[in-house]
């Protein structure tokens, strides 16, 4: 998706916009908390996350839970922390209901006893949906600014 | 806190989420701006402030200014500006009105004629309360990734 | 300017709040994708930017159009990506409806096949304006903390 201008309609009222940033608040610290099945049930029964690293997009909550759990696990026993942070979140409505978002994400590492560093600069491409009243990641495509 | 997903009645409506991006953007700007006693304001009379660098939480706004006063002046003589950025913010209101809120914090550091660098990678969770309609920080536990 | 406490009437609206954040989101993404005579759309007609590196700020959207043109070409033969981020942001509604924004403003920057890393960080101060409904930006002033 190229970067565009707000076109009339494309604008998230306040409440909606609000309720991403909380959504992705919430979302990454059930990821980097390792809760790996919490965080799986932030995407929909059905959700897709492609990553560059990943050779194709995994689907559905319990792939999704299986790859954080592993990765989780390796950075534990590693002594590594990761924060995840979204920014500059462009929230665009479609006429559905679903939302189109295009954000910065920036990944951070920390090693015990070890200066924290920059570990990743991405963008992330979401589609979310709302089921039973709550945001969902249908779709996610992450690009990676050194690939 | 471990991190948890949304509970019924534990979402912060829009204004409330803005008024506390809000409140932490100018109460941050005070911090920068090395403006101890207006910083110490934005803690309620009593408010407490714990770091794993203190030996125990400070608490009070004489306390609190008197801490960040002394750090100032010792940036300044060193030719360091810090930026403390809050992010990826989860705001929680309890019952009563006060809001757990729990966020990453980044704090960079510049040295004049230096490149800029991330110095520190930190989870802040606070309670907010309202004083005379005024968000204040009436407790904040911080914790850096790498200890 | 001086970071303040918030005086009553100095308060955005929760919705306004959300629309410079939005508004900055969408800015961002138009100059990192080097679009640049949209991002120059984003500048009022008479628009400034004034940043350190500048001998005098840049007046009208023509002369911020080249700017970044110049800019992107450079970056994009050096396989340069860079993101812009702003943070901490500061609403002050004026009474004639303008916007005084004080934020940090944080730029990434990536070689193709490099590690991401942490290139800028400043402090951007806009005045925002609106007109034919949407939000510009009138004057921009930024500095770094390393200069």
């Known amino acids: 998706m190229t970067a565009q201008l707000a076109q009339p309609g494309e604008i998230a009222s306040g409440s909606l916009y609000v309720e991403v940033q909380q959504f992705y608040a919430r979302h990454m610290h059930l990821l980097d908390s390792g809760q790996a099945d919490e965080w799986a049930q932030t995407f929909a029964e059905d959700g897709t996350f492609d990553a560059p690293t990943m050779p194709e997009p995994v689907r559905g909550r319990a792939a999704i839970a299986a790859g954080v759990a592993k990765a989780t696990k390796e950075r ?3 002594g590594e922390i990761q924060r995840h942070w979204h920014g500059m979140v462009d929230v665009r409505p479609r006429p559905d209901g679903a939302l189109d978002v295009r ?9 015990k006893g070890q200066e924290s560093r920059l570990h990743r600069v ?6 979310l949906v709302r089921v039973d009243g709550r945001l969902m990641v249908s779709t996610r495509r992450v ?3 050194d690939l």
Chains 1, 2, 3 share one sequence.
């Open 143 to 145: 690009t990676r600014d």
């Open 122 to 127: 991405c963008v992330c491409e979401d589609v």
């Open 76 to 78: 534990a026993a590693a």
């Open 103 to 111: 954000c910065y994400a920036l990944v951070f590492s920390t090693f």
